[in-house]
């Protein structure tokens, strides 16, 4: 049985109305609402099958509506916050020093966040993990 690790403040997986949830099927889904619980969740249980990340987990990283329509005003807007709460980003940043701390390979992941630019930020850093991760550990 494989194991997918859901990473959402908000986000039901098991009440999937967006559509968004990976393919389970032959899997046990695990749901974790923040930074915390997904360290303390990894580091009892070890790494997952698939992870599937949001990146806004608290009401702080949501965006203000008059930024969804445009990418750029929204990154804008993004980067000149100081979030107080970690991100998904914060999550993949942890999960990668954790695989290379433990010589493990990435699992699976997916991003299902609503957050175009943090989606992106997650995924190129991870992808560029996976590079690094393809040359260098083989």
């Known amino acids: 049985m494989r194991k997918l690790l859901w990473l ?29 619980q997904f360290v303390q969740w990894i580091e009892k249980f070890g790494l997952p099958d698939i992870i599937s990340f949001d ?7 949501y965006t203000p509506e008059q930024y969804w329509s445009d990418y750029q005003k929204s990154k804008e807007y993004q980067e000149s916050q100081n979030y107080q709460e970690k991100t998904g980003m914060d999550c993949a940043k942890w999960l990668v020093d954790y695989c290379i701390d433990n010589n493990l390979k990435l ?14 930020n997650i995924k190129f850093y991870l992808q560029n993990y996976l590079k ?3 040359k260098f550990k083989k």
């Open 8 to 36: 959402d403040d908000l986000r039901n997986p098991f009440i999937d109305t967006e559509g968004k949830v990976p393919p389970i099927i032959d899997s046990v889904v695990e749901w974790v609402l923040n930074y915390e």
């Open 55 to 61: 990146h806004d987990l608290a009401d702080e990283h």
């Open 107 to 120: 699992p699976t992941f997916y991003i299902h966040s609503a957050n175009p630019v943090g989606a992106d």
């Open 132 to 134: 690094y991760e393809a």
